[in-house]
């Protein structure tokens, strides 16, 4: 099993910073990717930024590349999002994800999420 907890979600006024981050325990050896997604009210989740574990490699979602920022931290067993320029459309709840490798496939595991309000 994998335990995420999420800390960092607020308030913030458009334009903004914020930080968020996310703290993996349990079974961590099998997880090949971490990440963040999010979800806004009346809409489907959707992905925000992933790194793999491996090799660093990064995907971001086209509305935040530029503005948003992943990056781990090995010896916390941390993923954390540094977000700037922040819109009203970046309102949502963020759910850190962990992609763990089963001999079957990979295992999705959620946080329970942290919520970011931008005002304008």
């Known amino acids: 099993q994998v335990q995420l907890v999420e800390s960092g979600g607020g308030v913030v006024q458009a334009g903004g910073s914020l930080r968020l981050s996310c703290a993996a325990s349990g079974n961590i050896f099998s997880i090949n990717a971490m990440g963040w997604y999010r979800q806004a009210p009346g809409n489907q989740r959707e992905l925000v930024a992933t790194?793999?574990?491996?090799?660093?490699?990064?995907d971001y979602a086209d509305s935040v590349k530029g503005r948003f920022t992943i990056s781990r931290d090995n010896a916390k067993n941390t993923v954390d999002l540094q977000m700037n320029s922040l819109k009203s459309e970046d309102t949502a709840i963020y759910y850190c994800?962990?992609?763990?490798?089963?001999?079957?496939?990979?295992?999705?595991?959620w946080g329970k999420g942290t919520l970011v309000t931008v005002s304008s």
């Open positions: 790194m793999t574990t491996s090799d660093d490699v990064t």
């Open positions: 994800y962990a992609r763990y490798q089963r001999s079957w496939g990979y295992q999705a595991y």
